[in-house]
């Protein structure tokens, strides 16, 4: 079943057609990803549709309902959540803070809101800290961890929000390649254990082969290709369209 | 435990001088009483100002409004407003000790409630600005309210509406407003220690440091908006309403809308005590009170050139404040670890 589906969906900025009717399903329970060279349209696309701003035409569908016409705090309360691509986390404050900011409010009540964190609010955050590998470090401040750190803490962060589905932006640019397959083992992980259904951003071509059961390829705002891995490795329009043949 | 100890003493200590004051400096309770009122302008700036990270430049308008909401409910309960205020002051009220606290505290509960609905009306089309259009939205609201009620006759226009008399002696009063000014600031200190403790505390500082983050991860931004600001109207409407009392009439100037002296001094307060923080404002809004009645008394006609130089030293040379200068000096006292701690064994360093 599709979770997230997509359908003509056009998006300009000014004269510069950044989507050009592209439509694209997201599989409940399964990991996505989406390619394509710079410039192709990926965060525009995604940016759409997590509400960022509103699309010129076509349709944004989320558990069957239409969200086209939300704005993001609206669609993340409804479970679907972001991590950018320039990471943002709360660097003033603590790793264990920057969790607990996270819980999903949208599940809660008034007194709730007013109510002070559980001890299992806290062990929830460490136990989740600890699955990234930042157990070590939850009581420095966010700011002063290192950039490929940071990034996982936003991952953890998104996951402390229980999210239906988690839509990565480029989660491996920027760290360390030693990390990578930590990173991508956590992500999998985090698909199979916890039931997250996952649509990521990816210009790593390693990562996204290992990581992604379907891939669609983006180029020049439009929907160039899709398949299996293995398919779109060898797709001659995705190839020539990474090596500029367009 | 013996921090535990320690706050223990440090509260009895401020709760025991606080009762004590009017008694061993008879001279001074006014003055002491509008300290507690500073402290309560600071304490309820910082909220939304340094906890939420929106500074408003027009919170006195909750103080006014409140003040205006007390005088009219009051007066209404024993006369027609209208006529009243048409008398301009040529028929003030002289009420019995039941009927004037009765009415006083219909007006108290009454400019509470609403204060709390004017900042949730008002924050509505407010907090859709952020930053300095935030700041300058929110002067303008009470600069307008200034204006707005200098013209309306229903509360004496530019007159004002002369407030009911105390029945008793002029010193049993000052002491029933001391009362009220401790027993606010209290009340207000406990609520925002408590509310700073919740997720609701955690939420706003989400919304001061990355707000779009915090929308991103399904926050109610908007509500924990309002709330923050409801909390912040509810006291200084209760503020105003005891102000208009203890001044004995309410005009829109100088009285229930002073923009340019409290209304900037709440925001000076929390600066210089250090904004965002639990007791920067309760010190500051001490420091900066005593700092403005020793000026008055031994510096008249320089007073306002001793505060401005003040105000420029706190805000170029002094712009984290007295605690903020401390958590950054000392910030173990805060829970806040800065050195590397030593990673677990089975921990991999990243």
């Keep these: 079943m599709a979770m997230i589906e997509v359908r003509n969906v056009s998006k300009a900025y ?5 989507n050009q009717d592209v439509s694209m399903d997201v599989a409940e329970g399964a990991i996505t990803g989406l390619i394509g060279p710079n410039g192709s349209g990926k965060t525009t696309l995604f940016n759409s549709i997590v509400g960022y701003h509103p699309i010129d035409s076509g349709s944004i569908k989320f ?3 239409e969200i086209s016409d939300l704005r993001v705090p609206q669609i993340a309360r409804l479970g679907m959540l972001r991590t950018f691509q320039q990471t943002r986390i709360y660097g003033n404050m603590n790793c264990v803070k920057n969790m607990l900011i996270s819980m999903p409010h949208r599940s809660m009540g008034f007194f709730e809101i007013l109510g002070k964190h559980t001890a299992e609010d806290i062990e929830k955050a460490e ?10 470090k939850r009581k420095l401040m966010a700011g002063d961890l290192s950039f ?7 991952f953890a962060m998104a996951l402390m929000n229980n999210p239906k589905i988690l839509l990565l932006d480029e989660p491996t640019a920027g760290i360390n390649p030693t990390l990578i397959n930590g990173l991508i083992d956590r992500l999998k992980r985090a698909n199979e254990e916890f039931g997250i259904t996952l649509f990521v951003i990816e210009h790593n071509m390693r990562v996204i082969m290992n990581l992604a059961e379907h891939i669609y390829c983006l180029a020049h705002g439009e929907m160039l290709a899709d398949g299996k891995p293995d398919a779109i490795k060898n797709d001659q329009r995705v190839i020539d369209a990474y090596l500029g043949a367009h | 435990m013996n921090r535990k100890r320690n706050t223990a003493i440090l509260y009895a200590s401020i709760l025991a001088a606080g009762i004590a004051a009017p008694f061993v400096f008879p001279d001074y309770v006014t003055q002491i009483a509008m300290l507690w009122m500073m402290i309560l302008f600071a304490l309820t700036w910082d909220i939304a100002g340094g ?8 919170n006195i308008f909750f103080f006014g409004a409140g003040m205006y909401i007390s005088a009219v409910v009051q007066i209404s309960i024993f006369t027609n407003v209208r006529d009243y205020t048409a008398a301009r002051g040529g028929e003030q009220l002289v009420l019995d000790y039941g009927d004037y606290f009765f009415s006083s505290a219909a007006g108290l509960v009454a400019s509470a409630v609403g204060c709390v609905i004017l900042a949730v009306l008002l924050g509505r ?6 930053g300095p259009y935030f700041a300058i939205g929110t002067l303008g609201v009470a600069l307008s309210a200034r204006e707005l009620f200098s013209t309306w006759d229903l509360v004496g226009g530019g007159t004002g509406i002369a407030m009911p008399v105390y029945p008793g002696m002029p010193d049993e009063m000052s002491l029933v407003v001391y009362a009220g000014y401790f027993g606010l600031a209290i009340a207000t200190f406990l609520t925002v220690k408590w509310l700073y ?3 609701f505390g955690l939420a706003i500082n989400a919304i001061r440091d990355d707000e779009e983050k915090a929308e991103a991860m399904g926050i109610h931004t908007m509500r924990y908006k309002l709330i923050a600001w409801s909390v912040s109207a509810f006291f200084l409407g209760m503020a105003g309403a005891i102000f208009g009392a203890r001044t004995g009439y309410v005009e829109p100037m100088e009285v229930a809308f002073p923009t340019v002296t409290f209304g900037i001094f709440m925001v000076v307060m929390s600066l210089l005590g250090g904004k965002g923080t639990l007791w920067g404002p309760v010190i500051g809004a001490t420091i900066f009170h005593v700092i403005k009645e020793v000026t008055w008394t031994y510096l008249l006609g320089w007073q306002w050139v001793a505060l401005g130089v003040l105000i420029i030293v706190n805000v170029v040379f002094f712009q984290q404040g007295i605690m903020g200068w401390v958590q950054e000096k000392w910030p173990e006292l805060f829970g806040i ?9 089975e921990e991999e360093a990243v």
Excluded at chain 2, 125 to 130: A, H, I, K, N
Excluded at chain 2, 337 to 344: A, G, K, L, S
């Design chain 1, 14 to 18: 000014g004269g510069v057609q950044a």
């Design chain 1, 63 to 65: 558990l069957d309902r």
């Design chain 1, 127 to 136: 136990h989740l800290l600890e699955f990234v590998g930042l157990y070590g």
């Design chain 1, 148 to 154: 490929g750190q940071q990034k996982l803490l936003e």
């Design chain 2, 51 to 58: 906890q939420m990270g929106y500074n408003s430049l027009g």
């Design chain 2, 125 to 130: 089309v407010m907090f859709g600005m952020r």
């Design chain 2, 197 to 199: 403790s919740t997720r």
């Design chain 2, 337 to 345: 670890e800065v050195e590397t701690v030593p990673d677990d064994a």
